[in-house]
């Protein structure tokens, strides 16, 4: 354990539940306390449910809200959390969470990023009467996973969620798809952490992430944070020697000194020709 963070507090702001899962995870690793803070509507930042836009990209929102938790609470330990959805990297075909974990030290300027994940509830639909919206939320695995409807369309600003029983979903979807111009009702998963629990189970993989690049110490000046930064590509082709794409090694870099160094991969071999340019252009 790194005595850098040893008994200090570390402010965290987030209203969404994932203190949880995160001081579950960083305490005992780094025997650091998370102190949540909620002096901030992190919303104003940021809507899944599009009511306000995201500005900047997620690790411009994460670096935010770590900024803003050490502004309310005075410390000089900072945590930010921010998630975003898109397709799958593999087939592009499923819908897939990115987390991000930001933990900011204002005092050397460190930067320690977590990173995970994994396929999410992400799915949507233009119900027009109640059976098709209750096969759609069994889907989505309501009332554990949250829902949010609109009347009409995706576009329509008249927004309910927190639904937490059958009952009470169904009662708002039929007052909805009464005032709906078209009869119809536009849900989707709700994406807020604490309204997902597939979502919950990658923001903790981010806090994973972040314990192994928190504990990873520079060699030069012993302040933590110090990980890969750049790839080495360049494994020879077995068959003509060409440098292909496959990697050799990776650049580690202490963001505080400044410190690189190039860490060689252990090979087993050549590059089999099917990766090379020359053999297989």
Known sequence: ???FFLNRQIAFLTQHGKQTPVRRILEPALGCVIRHETGFNTDLLGTFSREIERVGSQLDAARRK????????GLSLGLGSEGTFASDPYTGMFSWDYEVLLLMDRTTGIEIVGRAQGGAHHAHLLAANWPELEAFARREGFPEHGLVLRPESEKDERIEKDFTSWAALQERFLHLQGVSGNGKVFAEADLRAHANPTRMAIIELAARDLVKRATSLCPACDLPGYAAVEAVRGLPCRDCGTPTDL????????TPCGYRTTVRREMSGLADARFCSVCNP
């Open 66 to 73: 770590a900024q803003l938790a050490m502004e309310l609470s």
């Open 247 to 254: 990697l050799t090694g990776e650049v580690w870099q202490c």
């Open 1 to 3: 354990m790194s005595a």
